[in-house]
């Protein structure tokens, strides 16, 4: 019988335990026309562990924030159909999301109106990415986001801060590698990752950095994990993709 069709007969559900039960990991917005400013900071952000949403105008912002409710935008303060003064006084009229300005100006009127609009943060082009990750986990530790500890899915509970994945009472022997995996996948419920995407965010960990060396320790994995590694329910195959961690209901799309 194929993966795909048994685990979509038997999907797991997920409950997590956080401060708030509908968010794994923080999900940051970054607004900004250049397209290789949002590439710089959807990698940079995306290996930290953030989930990232993006936005190339002020309007395609404004709706991205609806629709993906993010826990902190990084707003480019210049901006084509709205620029970024206009967004953020927008987006504080009906929420208190966290905002962080960027601007290839270091003018301190330029600034202070940021503020003055709701801006939490201002940094200036060109910028560290490095810096600016650190920036984002200050704002968000300001708004006391605190992320899940426990994600429960069928019988597995795993912990992320104890490092300790259970199958009902019992404790599972997992690798560092084979935990990191574990942790991406569950983390980002019913996202498909590549395996570069993999390899990409367990770089700083023991890990070869092929693509089929993946799929050697997602078969490891799930014969640890799985109550029957050759029809999974919890890792899956996207055949000509990589693979998610199917549950049957996604605490956020």
């Known amino acids: ?28 917005l970054v607004v900004d026309d250049e397209p290789q400013i949002l590439e710089l900071l959807r990698s940079y952000l995306r290996r930290e562990g953030f989930d990232v949403e993006e936005a190339a105008d ?19 303060l ?15 009229e009906t929420a208190r999301t966290p905002i ?19 801006a939490d943060d201002y ?8 810096e600016v990750v650190a920036r984002v986990r200050a704002v968000l530790r300001r708004g006391a986001w605190e ?21 009902g009472d019992r404790r599972l022997e997992l690798t560092p590698t084979e935990f990191r995996l574990l942790e991406i996948l569950a983390s980002h ?22 693509e089929r060396t993946v799929d050697a320790h997602v078969k490891n994995l799930r014969g640890k994990v799985e109550p029957d590694p050759r029809t999974p329910r919890y890792i899956v195959t996207v055949y000509g993709v990589g693979y998610k961690f199917q549950v049957a209901d996604a605490p956020h799309g």
Request: proline content about 8%.
């Open 1 to 28: 019988m194929p993966e795909g069709r048994s685990a979509r007969t038997s999907t797991p559900n997920v409950s997590i335990r956080s401060s708030d039960p509908g968010r794994i990991v923080p999900r940051i």
């Open 58 to 76: 002020g309007e395609a912002a404004l709706a991205a924030a609806q629709r993906a409710q993010p826990d902190l935008v990084i707003l480019d």
């Open 78 to 92: 210049m901006l084509p159909r709205l620029d970024g003064r206009e967004v953020c006084r927008r987006i504080r």
């Open 100 to 118: 962080i300005m960027l601007t290839a100006r270091d003018e301190e009127t330029d600034k202070l109106l940021g503020l003055e609009l709701g």
């Open 123 to 130: 940094i200036t082009k060109p910028f560290s990415p490095r």
């Open 147 to 167: 992320p899940a500890s426990l994600i429960h899915a069928g019988a597995l509970t795993i912990d992320l801060r104890a490092h300790v994945v259970r199958d």
């Open 189 to 210: 419920p019913n996202q498909v990752f590549t395996r570069m995407q993999l390899i990409d965010r367990i770089q700083g960990h023991a890990f070869e950095g092929y």
